[in-house]
Every structure is written in structure tokens, then in C-alpha cells.
């Protein structure tokens, strides 16, 4: 217990004993400054010196830019990148698939394709289908009246009922005679209108041009948007005096009849009219004569 007590007064002893630190000039030996020392102050010192340093490194490492010299510690500027260069990737993903849709569209359009998404209604309602001899088919007295009333005003109807019809009037595409009409059932989904060469072609309606280049198999091809999901085509012109997004009026000259491309046997035009991805007949809606 003694010597635990005795050694515990060594120590303190050797904490508290003063020094003194002195500076000399080398040449003169004069005393420049002089310091009361002992350990205990020493070693507080270092240690508070050593926690503000600590400290002060934590603060420039935290807040200023100076962390992304530091391994391990991403650049701001780089994160502002990355986030931009992510909103980027998004837009021109989303600017890519309309930009494929729109040129299968086209596609379509060029090659005359139909759009046909109708299912195998007899598979899909097989369980719901009856049979016609269970079934009573004969008329009761309300659909008798309704037969009589119809066939009455049939009888009476002057002018035949156009159910294709638009409600909308266009202009003619060009001055000529029609060579040849709308036929489905051959595929061919225009009419073609016989006029001499350089002859104007001019748009049906307002509209925005989708498309305007050369073909191999029908020449120099304009295709314009209109409203109510409405696409002209105007196909083997000789001149194109639109190109691609510009806008145009109705009866503003876009093209002039020409005979270009593999598929044309004249000077002509393959004029084409699309509904919503779908051929319609243009004299429906226009007067060719």
C-alpha cells in the first residue's frame, strides 16, 4: 500500500516537475524567448492541439470541395452529371420508340399494308356459341313495324348514304382523269390520276409533312398529316417542293406529276388516303371531276 502510494507521488511528481524551454541566438547565445514547462501541460497541449486539427480536417473534408481530391468521395459535379445524363437517356428512349413507331407507320403506308388486329372471334366465344334450330327467329311485332318504316323511307331515298364519310371536304390532289380507283380486293388502295408532266400536286388539306424522299419502287414520295388522324400519300411525283416538318395549307403545291419509280407505266399520280392506319376511298370524300 506504501509503495502503491509512493509511487503514485513519483508520478505526479514527474507530471508536474517544471522545465524550461529556451531559445538562443546561435551566434550570441541571447535568450530570444523562454517557456515554463512540465509534462502535464504538455500533453494536454498536444492532445487539444491534435483534436482541433482533427476538427478542423473534418469540416474541409464535409463542406468544402476539397473532399473530391479524397479517394473514396464522388465528385457533386459528377452526380449533377449523372442525374442530367439520366433524364437525358429517359427522353431520347421515350423520343426513339415514338420515332420506330412512327416509321413503321410509314413503312406501312409505303408498302400498302393494312392494319388488321381482328381476333378469331369463333375460338375466343366457342363456349357461348347456340344452337340455331333452339333459337326462335321469327319477328316479333315492334321489329315488323320497324321493317315497314325503314323499307318506306328506303323507298323513298334519293341519294345513296355515304357511311364512310368523314363529314370533311378536301381539295383535289391534281387536275386529271382518273386511270384507275380504289380496289381493295387487288390491293390497290389509291387512285390514279393521269395528267401531263410537271403538273402541280397540291396538299388535300392543312396539314405536316411526315415525309418526303425518294423510293426505289415509287419514286419521289410525299406524305402529309392532317387532323382527325387523316395521312394523304402522293406517290411517282417528279419534284418535291416540301420536305420533312414543314407545314402546309390546303391546295398549297407540295409535288408535280411525274413518272418515277419502278411501278408506274406514266406520267401520274398514286394518291392514297389513310384513316387512323387504314385505306379509304378517296372519292368518298373528294371531287375528282
Do not use: C
Not at 78 to 93: E, I
Not at 225 to 244: P, R
Not at 246 to 259: L, Q
Amino acid at each position: 500500500m506504501a509503495k502503491d502510494k509512493k509511487k503514485r507521488k513519483e508520478i505526479k511528481r514527474k507530471l508536474l516537475h517544471k522545465y524550461r524551454l529556451v531559445i538562443l541566438n546561435e551566434s550570441t547565445f541571447e535568450e530570444k524567448i523562454s517557456f515554463k514547462l512540465n509534462r502535464l501541460n504538455v500533453f494536454v497541449t498536444g492532445t487539444m492541439f491534435i483534436i482541433v486539427l482533427i476538427g478542423l480536417t473534418t469540416l474541409i473534408i464535409a463542406f468544402s470541395p476539397l473532399r473530391e481530391y479524397i479517394p473514396g468521395y464522388s465528385s457533386t459535379k459528377l452526380k449533377r452529371q449523372a442525374t442530367d445524363l439520366t433524364y437525358k437517356t429517359d427522353s431520347l428512349v421515350t423520343v426513339l420508340n415514338y420515332t420506330n413507331r412512327y416509321l413503321d407507320n410509314v413503312r406501312k403506308v409505303l408498302r400498302g399494308d393494312i392494319e388488321n388486329n381482328q381476333t378469331n372471334r369463333d375460338s375466343l366465344f366457342e363456349q357461348y356459341k347456340l344452337d340455331p334450330a333452339s333459337v326462335d327467329l321469327s319477328p316479333i311485332r315492334e321489329d315488323l313495324l320497324l321493317r315497314e318504316e325503314v323499307e318506306l323511307e328506303d323507298k323513298y331515298n334519293l341519294f345513296e348514304r355515304d357511311v364512310e364519310n368523314l363529314g370533311t371536304l378536301f381539295f383535289s390532289p391534281a387536275n386529271g382523269t382518273l386511270s384507275q380507283g380504289f380496289d381493295q380486293k387487288t390491293k390497290h388502295y389509291a387512285v390514279d390520276i393521269v395528267a401531263p408532266r410537271a403538273t402541280p400536286v397540291k396538299s388535300i388539306a392543312d396539314g405536316t409533312v411526315l415525309f418526303a424522299e425518294w423510293t426505289t419502287e415509287t419514286g419521289y414520295v410525299i406524305i402529309v398529316e392532317h387532323q382527325e388522324g387523316i395521312t394523304s400519300v402522293y406517290k411517282h411525283n417528279g419534284s418535291l417542293s416540301k420536305t420533312q416538318g414543314d407545314m402546309v395549307k390546303a391546295g398549297e403545291v407540295i409535288a408535280s406529276i411525274g413518272n418515277t419509280g419502278e411501278l408506274t407505266t406514266g406520267p401520274h399520280l398514286h394518291f392514297e388516303l389513310w384513316r387512323k392506319g387504314k385505306p379509304v376511298d378517296p372519292q368518298n370524300y373528294i371531287d375528282f371531276n
